[in-house]
């Protein structure tokens, strides 16, 4: 079964904690929460389906949005239904996507289906709308249910020209005895069903209809919306409200106004997850595609060679992008060229187009097959997924290519899912016709941002020129001086602004003029700069062409130069360079027979706790019953009772008899902690329900009907008591905590590695940081809204300019996986920097501004820090910085101090 990375669990968790906020708060209200966790500000709600939640995850291209759609639908049915046998209705965009969904969905060994599995069991029934008229009233509530369908079926104004809202008598158990209050919103017989449905009568006008879509509309299903960006008329939002869904989750790389983006995964959460192949080497060709396929092969060649000592078998495989039946590289001339020209055996080359399907029945990661070469014209055919994929060859001209971005898609995915061994296999690689790298890369970012779900800035950094071919026949270039630890600094591309018109360089300085050439063009102008220019150098020439510019467009004429200096940050890397960061030790404990680092797990043990030391209490829940409302109350938050009489009062098999002994078999799978054994679990599960049946006077039945809130409450009460015997144990043995010896650092440190560093928010400031270790830097903000310099970024700045400083990483926090923390009474801390210096110690930064420096949390993490700092022999160091110290110095003098 497939685990779910970080980030898909942390986009599922913001998922599952705005839709319980939407049950005691608006929509909007809950929705302009949850992006302010983000520092997220300036997005409205947009209202679609009145007060029915409406929100939307973006996931890049390869992201794994399917098996997060998988998991949504329990998570979903929880928070808003309060089922654990929700009915679903999953969207797809085409009908060749809805079979291949359905197939996944239905097969017990797909991940997909497991998915669904690992919540409910074997209680899972897939099906597509002509299947559904099998589905039994008994079976509703019984079991999950999950119908997939395209969004065509239910996109129609007029319901009678679409079997969805048709009568269909086999439904008629479904709509039996329904109370008036039920069926007065459902959709009646009309006389334009009688001309489409002979069988019906005069007699059947007025009556409810038997049809998909009112049964639909009676289950309240959650909607899934796969490719969400594709349907935003005013015509589907109709078709939608009418089968009265309970919330939708919309599934899209790419979304548009409109689309309620709830959470953005980055595309550096997926290459620390090692789902992504980055970055992509882009090669440009102006000579024409024969160079380009020439250059591609050579790459290719490269890569098997290179794969030959990894320990899984792989086989590099290149997708070349013909040119149209009207062009110069068709399918048949590119083919027969890699033939006859490039020695390339036939039965390496394969044609997948709308007529020639070679793939179809071929199994790429067949060690047995011999396939290297793909050659297409457009899109490969939907579905089609080979992580072998490594080389993209686009013939077409850059400007007029149409589908490389996702061809470029099927490049990125990586094989098996883990980083290789060799970095040069952790890369993909594109060659493109085009005059220069700008060119293409400018395009190819376009295609990336608008197409592939990518943000412009990460565009920026993830493509980077190809610097040398150190292939056969190839000279190569000559790489530049390197850097400490030996890496060759690669040679930086040069800068490429375009202009709608040449500007005035009347008044330019002469040292500007020098490095300047202005290239007159059919759209404006063309500035062009040396890569080799200084920072400085770059930031008077941009004030000088932007100030030569209308008002209007220096903020596109900004983003140009913000792309350039990413490329540059990226090329200019430690990491990128294959340089390595040092190790920090991390603080441990000596636990008689073995050392131990300071985890939460260790925390709690150290308290010796148990849940039945403590008094039975569940402070913030009550419940409030009448004969036609249900009203519960979760620490001090009122939540919203919907009433699914199908489902309310079922717990599994059981109706209305389910027993305590039912409640708490049950409370205890949703409550489960991996520190709690079973037992200990089930005699407090007993303890709480009787305290607040007995002594509490809420009656079972109450309980039974409340029981996910009261497991999300139960869950959050053991979360507290754990939280006492974290601070017991923190606080008793914070003085013995210690980072591990020199001989015991390979197994007690933490490492920053190469090309895992989940960034969001990447900075984009004018400022050129130099000693980075990473391409990008996460959530850096060079000015406040009120256009100050921001706190942080003068510490950075400090930082990067100490000469003592080798490099350095901003931290990003409540990443443990890939981010350096230090154990605190509660959880764990992220200092906000970490330098290596060149003398090879570690220096940790935790910065805080004026409001915060002094408060209970801030005094903790400084007395772990000095911990960490004094036993380490003085191989670490932590500075707590603000913005004035005691002793009235600024950040830059209090880093020189702690240095000096």
Not at 323 to 334: D, F, K, L, S
Not at 386 to 400: E, G, K, R, T
Request: aromatic fraction near 8%; charge should be negative; include cysteine.
């Amino acid at each position: 079964m497939l685990t779910l990375k970080t980030y898909q669990q942390t986009a599922l968790t913001v998922l599952t904690q705005f839709l319980a906020d939407t049950r005691s708060q608006p929509v909007a209200q809950a929705y302009g929460a949850t992006l302010a966790t983000q520092n997220r500000t300036g997005e409205t709600y947009q209202p679609l389906f009145g007060d029915i939640p409406c929100v939307c995850l973006r996931v890049p291209t390869g992201g794994g949005k399917t098996i997060m759609a998988a998991h949504a639908v329990a998570l979903t049915g929880k928070a808003v239904l309060d089922s654990d046998a929700p009915i679903a209705l999953w969207l797809t965009p085409s009908d060749t996507i809805r079979t291949q969904t359905l197939e996944a969905l239905a097969n017990a060994r797909h991940p997909y289906r497991q998915a669904l599995a690992q919540h409910f069991g074997d209680r899972v029934q897939v099906c597509d709308l002509e299947s559904l008229q099998t589905i039994s009233p008994h079976d509703v509530g019984k079991a999950a249910i999950v119908i997939v369908a395209t969004i065509q079926a239910f996109n129609v104004t007029d319901t009678a020209k679409r079997n969805v809202y048709s009568f269909f008598e086999e439904l008629a158990p479904h709509f039996d005895n329904l109370p008036p209050q039920l069926s007065a919103g459902l959709e009646k017989v009309s006389e334009a069903d009688l001309q489409t449905q002979p069988y019906l009568t005069a007699k059947d006008l007025g009556r409810v209809k038997y049809s998909v879509a009112n049964w639909m509309h009676l289950q309240q299903p959650i909607v899934i919306v796969d490719e969400a960006h594709n349907n935003r008329t005013d015509r589907f939002f109709k078709s939608l409200g009418r089968v009265n869904p309970s919330c939708v989750i919309e599934m899209t790389a790419t979304p548009v106004p409109g689309n309620n983006v709830l959470y953005h995964v980055a595309a550096a959460e997926l290459k620390a997850e090692q789902m992504i192949k980055l970055p992509i080497v882009l090669a440009e060709h102006p000579q024409g595609w024969r160079e380009c396929l020439r250059d591609a092969r050579l790459t290719r060649d490269r890569l098997e060679l290179i794969a030959q000592h990894e320990p899984d078998y792989l086989r590099p495989i290149a997708l070349v992008q013909a040119m149209p039946i009207n062009g110069e590289a068709t399918v048949a001339v590119v083919r027969q060229h890699l033939i006859e020209q490039e020695q390339i055996p036939e039965d390496q080359i394969a044609v997948a187009t709308g007529t020639q399907k070679e793939l179809d029945g071929i199994n790429l990661f067949d060690p047995a097959c011999p396939i290297r070469y793909v050659i297409t014209v457009e899109a490969l055919k939907e579905g089609w997924d080979c992580s072998f994929a490594y080389v993209l060859a686009s013939l077409q001209s850059v400007n007029s290519s149409k589908d490389v971005e996702q061809l470029l898609g099927r490049v990125l995915r990586m094989p098996y899912a883990k980083n290789r061994t060799q970095d040069a296999l952790n890369r993909a690689y594109a060659h493109i016709v085009a005059d220069n790298f700008a060119q293409a890369a400018a395009t190819l970012k376009d295609r990336m941002v608008q197409n592939m779900g990518f943000e412009r800035l990460e565009t920026a950094a993830i493509i980077i020129p190809q610097q040398s071919l150190p292939l056969t026949g190839g000279t190569g270039g000559t790489p530049t001086a390197g850097r400490s630890g030996g890496a060759a600094t690669p040679s930086l591309p040069d800068c490429h602004i375009e202009l709608p018109k040449v500007p005035d360089t009347q008044n330019w300085p002469d040292d500007i003029k020098a490095v300047v050439q202005i290239r007159q063009t059919t759209q404006g102008a063309t500035v062009l700069l040396s890569g080799g220019v200084s920072s400085d150098t770059l930031a008077q020439a941009e004030a000088f062409i932007s100030n030569a510019m209308p008002a209007k467009m220096r903020e596109k004429i900004k983003e140009q130069f913000d792309a350039h200096r990413a490329v540059r940050q990226a090329l200019r890397a430690p990491a990128q360079l294959g340089l390595t960061f040092a190790p920090i030790p991390q603080l441990c404990l000596n636990l008689g027979d073995h050392l131990e680092v300071v985890e939460r797990e260790t925390l709690s043990s150290l308290g010796d706790w148990s849940l039945l030391d403590h008094q039975v209490q569940l402070a913030g829940f009550s419940l409030t019953e009448t004969v036609n409302s249900f009203e519960i109350d979760v620490n001090g938050e009122k939540v919203k009772w919907r009433h699914i009489d199908a489902q309310q009062l079922q717990l599994n098999d059981t109706v209305s008899h389910t027993s305590q002994q039912d409640l708490v078999r049950w409370l205890d799978v949703e409550v489960r902690q991996p520190d709690v054994g079973q037992t200990q679990m089930q005699h407090y599960l007993v303890k709480m329900v009787t305290h607040l049946t007995a002594e509490r006077g809420i009656t079972l039945t109450a309980l039974v009907r409340a029981r996910f809130q009261l497991a999300q409450t139960l869950i959050k009460e053991i979360g507290r008591l754990r939280q006492l015997a974290m601070a017991k144990g923190f606080q008793g043995r914070l003085m013995d905590m210690a980072v591990p010896s020199l001989e015991q650092m390979a197994h007690y440190s933490f490492h920053f590695q190469a090309g895992q560093y989940p960034a969001r928010l990447m900075y984009q400031g004018s400022y050129e940081f130099n000693k980075h270790f990473y391409p990008m830097i996460h959530d850096l903000r060079e000015k406040t809204q009120a256009g100050q310099v921001a706190e942080e970024f003068r510490c950075a700045q400090a930082i990067d300019a100490h000469a003592m400083v080798k490099q350095w990483v901003r931290n990003i926090e409540r990443q443990d996986k890939f981010s350096f923390w230090l154990p605190t009474s509660t959880d764990y801390f992220y200092p906000d920097f970490v330098a290596e210096l060149i003398d090879g110690r570690v220096l940790a930064i935790e910065y805080k501004g004026e409001p915060y420096k002094t408060n209970d949390d801030s005094r903790e993490k400084n007395m772990v820090g000095h911990q960490w700092e004094q036993s380490s022999g003085g191989r670490c160091l932590f500075l707590f910085a603000v913005q004035r110290d005691d002793e009235g110095r600024d950040v830059f003098q209090q880093l020189a101090h702690k240095l000096n």
